[in-house]
């Protein structure tokens, strides 16, 4: 998938999560570092049956530097909840470590990151799923997908069907949670209503 990334930051031989989430602390692999917070990593055990991969680090997420902690995060917990998974077999975190932004007055507005931001940051995210290896993938919108599934991956094509990722173990693409936020009033309840669907491909090939 192109560019493999800046392996400099990563702690040798087979890590475990809380060396690798102390490396990246470290990480000066692109420029995001400069502006961003902290740097936000995945957070979950490290037997996880679900890894839901999203873009990158929100505006809370940055502040309390953790993934999923903003309204998109609630989204996610609400479809989690809904299709059943336990939470305790589940491992949050994004394609990109650092938060990209763009300072308005006193808001901080997300900005999708670059081709090379994702791939500077890939080597963490491999490092997550040789550690984890999840039986079930979630990636969530569209620069996930282009980490994980490559470039040419659309996922308004193909969101909702499992992709093998090894032997017994899968991909389900779906949106970002954001998505439905973005959604208009009146599209909101159908926006969720396919997310949950699609997680629910997931709790199925995860056996929930």
Request: proline share 8%; aromatic share 8%.
């Amino acid at each position: 998938m192109g560019n493999s990334g800046d392996k400099r930051f990563l702690p040798d031989g087979e890590p475990s999560l809380p060396a690798l989430r102390e490396a990246a602390r470290r990480c000066q692999g692109c420029s995001l570092y400069r502006n961003a917070t902290q740097t936000v990593f995945g957070t979950g055990p490290p037997d996880a049956t679900f890894m839901f991969v999203g873009e990158q680090p929100g505006d809370q997420e940055d502040r309390q530097g953790a993934p999923f902690v903003g309204p998109a995060g609630r989204v996610l917990a609400r479809a989690i909840e809904e299709a059943g998974i336990d939470r305790d077999r589940v491992y949050l975190t994004n394609a990109v470590k650092h938060f990209k932004f763009q300072t308005r007055g006193k808001r901080r507005i997300h900005e999708r990151p670059s081709a090379a931001e994702i791939a500077a940051c890939r080597p963490w995210l491999t490092a997550e799923l040789r550690v984890v290896d999840p039986v079930v993938t979630v990636v969530l919108g569209a620069t996930a997908a282009r980490a994980l599934l490559g470039p040419a991956f659309r996922v308004t094509r193909r969101r909702g069907e499992p992709i093998p990722r090894g032997v017994g173990s899968y991909y389900v693409a779906t949106i970002h949670p954001s998505a439905v936020l973005r959604a208009p009033s009146g599209q909101r309840g159908p926006a969720y209503e396919g997310f949950l669907a699609d997680v629910r491909v997931a709790a199925r090939l995860g056996g929930r």
